[in-house]
């Protein structure tokens, strides 16, 4: 049953970065602004996908660094409810296509909390039609999957700051070799 919800939530959180890569030029939500005597504050909903207009999603994996770039690349912020549990969560792609990223953890974003990690992804494009593929781990034994720490969200014109490690594998065997990954987030909404 956690294998099932896993893989669904890695799916949405793929279909989610799809949606929000066809819809760049189309937001997925915006989120308002009212300006009050020294500072604009967001009336961003709390939930719902939000793409963000600046900042920068940096992943690190392996020898190599990633930067999506929210002025070319897509990048939202997820909030979703499946099976009355509530999950939030990064999606990025970038604009050629060829890389994409995607973290979830179970819960809701508060600032100054660290929470596991639920799912994770992360696809390349690789040479030919062969594409890599890296997901979460599960494995009997217990160990920590990762986790997102929020520093900042919804607060005045940022959409989400903050940081991420996980573990990911290109099988889903408890015994495949486990990748490292590493990242930090500064999104804006306006």
Do not use: W
């Not at 504050?41 to 660094?65: C, H, I, R, W, Y």
Request: aromatic share 8%; glycine share 6%; proline share 3%.
């Amino acid at each position: 049953m956690v294998r099932l919800s896993i893989r669904v939530l890695g799916f949405f959180i793929l279909v989610s970065a799809v949606i929000t890569a066809c819809q760049k030029d189309e937001n997925v939500k915006q989120a308002a602004t009212q300006t009050t005597d020294t500072t604009k504050v967001s009336t961003m909903p709390t939930t719902g996908n939000f793409l963000a207009s600046k900042g920068t999603l940096t992943v690190k994996f392996k020898d190599s660094t990633y930067t999506f770039d929210a002025e070319q690349d897509s990048i939202a912020f997820v909030n979703i409810n499946i099976d009355d549990e509530q999950y939030y969560g990064l999606t990025a792609i970038n604009k050629a296509h060829t890389v994409s990223f995607g973290i979830s953890s179970s819960g809701a974003p508060i600032d100054d909390v660290a929470s596991d990690i639920s799912g994770a992804q992360f696809l390349l494009k690789g040479t030919g039609k062969k594409n890599l593929e890296y997901t979460l781990i599960q494995s009997e034994q217990p160990q920590k999957p990762g986790t997102i720490s929020i520093e900042k969200y919804n607060q005045e014109l940022t959409l989400a700051k903050g940081t991420f490690h996980t573990l990911l594998a290109t099988e889903t065997k408890g015994n495949s070799p486990k990748y490292v990954v590493e990242g930090s987030f500064e999104l804006k909404i306006q």
